[in-house]
């Protein structure tokens, strides 16, 4: 595996061995930033993703009057100002390409006492901003936008705020706990109802800084008032970024690949419920429980899979890994189906159209729906010229196609995968036989 410039070349490889961990979580990441920025005293964070969006919520968390120290490469320091310690910022808060600083940041932002402005890149400023705009102007925040706040920039004018229940139409983890944290800023209880389970990671963190959460059926409550615990946290490693090793273990011959310390959490491991279900070898080793959180040691050997169908309540579980379970499913006996992902075209880039496009030129079998894709197989890919479209998890996932196509296959714009995932094509590398 080659680079040359921003455009990565993969290989065939004969097989996968080895050990290895990686990135700490990027969701908790986030939260660890937003959270310990508003506890009452000083948290510290071991095993930070220092990705560009993580990253970009640290420097927003700056901007706003948070003092944060890095003693080494992946520890922070995060000097709490309490709940309502933060600082009008002297400038428009840039969130870069993510999509998590701008949504949480939103709910956060809405019962401050001062004026901020939250923008971000081109894919920020497409991308739809009136999911959380909506029920934070509910609770009553001021929030402004273009086309009435369908998109960034926002214009948040923080005001008193009111408890709330909001049933969320889609179910989605950025607009929940976006509305958690401004819940956090009133009087009362606030509930969140999500139509399927999506990732707790704010209200595990929010428990383990001693705020009562309750969930119930579907019912998210939290009352507004008090004051955060410090965090002490080992960040455990991406479940989302082990997705991408999970299936290159198990579609490339003579594999054996261990991969530690990754978060577990039931509402992630969608992943681990698909592959297997798909007749992939993987086990779950070593679990622990980390600042609140599952973690275990996975183990994945080569398998011979079989399609099988994904929809309703998996959907969310799965919605970051559907890029490469599509590349597991070229290599399954007969038809995948992915059903009811609609929100697969709201991300960095429509997420659907990126996958079929890309992989269609290394002659996979698949073809889109408006709300999903299918995939029949097993099919012998061939190395193309493939492009990112600037996505971090569609370069990964084309990078591990690659893996099994004859010849080579060259990614354009690989360097996004820096997003969620900077040494990424290095550890595959070292991976390789």
């Known amino acids: 595996m080659k680079s040359s410039g921003d455009c990565q070349r993969i290989k065939r490889v004969e097989g996968l061995a080895g050990t290895l961990p990686v990135p700490g979580d990027k969701s908790i990441s986030h939260r660890a930033v937003l959270l310990g920025s508003i506890s009452h005293g000083i948290s510290r964070v071991r095993n930070f993703l220092r990705s560009q969006d993580c990253l970009s919520t640290m420097r927003c968390m700056k901007a706003l009057g948070v003092e944060i120290i890095e003693p080494n490469g992946s520890t922070l320091e995060i000097g709490g100002v309490g709940l309502h310690g933060l600082k009008e910022p002297q400038d428009v808060l840039n969130v870069s390409n993510s999509g998590t600083t701008i949504r949480l940041l939103s709910g956060l932002l809405a019962g401050q006492e001062f004026h901020a402005v939250l923008t971000g890149d081109d894919s920020i400023r497409r991308r739809p901003m009136l999911r959380v705009v909506g029920p934070l102007r509910e609770m009553g925040a001021k929030i402004f936008g273009r086309e009435d706040g369908r998109f960034a920039p926002l214009s948040i004018m923080g005001s008193d705020l009111n408890p709330s229940s909001y ?88 594999s054996q690949v261990t991969i530690r310390g990754v978060g577990v959490n039931p509402t992630r491991t969608g992943i681990i419920d698909v592959l297997s279900e798909m007749g992939g070898n993987i086990s779950v080793a070593n679990e622990r429980a980390e600042g609140g959180e599952p973690v275990a040691d996975l183990q994945v050997e080569s398998s011979e899979l079989r399609g099988i169908d994904i929809h309703g309540g998996m959907i969310p579980r799965v919605i970051d890994e559907l890029p490469v379970i599509a590349v597991a499913a070229t290599q399954a006996k007969g038809k995948t189906v992915v059903r009811d992902a609609q929100e697969l075209r709201v991300k960095e880039t429509d997420r659907i159209r990126a996958s079929v496009e890309e992989l269609s030129k290394l002659g996979a079998k698949i073809e ?57 094509f290095e550890t595959l590398t070292n991976l390789a036989r």
Do not use: W
């Open 167 to 254: 049933t969320l139409p889609v179910a989605s983890a950025q607009v929940k706990s976006a509305l958690l944290l401004a819940g956090l800023y009133t009087t009362g209880e606030t509930v969140v109802k999500e139509p399927a389970p999506t990732r707790d990671h704010t209200e595990r963190m929010l428990r383990c800084m001693g705020k009562e959460v309750k969930s119930s059926d579907g019912n998210i409550a939290i009352r507004g008032g008090g004051e955060l615990s410090p965090l002490d946290l080992e960040v455990p490693g991406d479940i989302s970024s082990a997705a991408f090793f999970l299936v290159s273990g198990l579609v490339c011959p003579d």
């Open 368 to 424: 889109e729906s408006d709300d999903g894709f299918s995939v029949e197989g097993p099919t012998e890919l061939r190395g193309a010229k493939c492009h990112s479209h600037d996505d971090h998890r569609i370069a990964m996932a084309l990078a591990v196609a690659g893996l099994v196509a004859e010849g080579e296959t060259n990614i354009t714009n690989a360097d996004c995968v820096d997003v969620s995932f900077p040494n990424f």
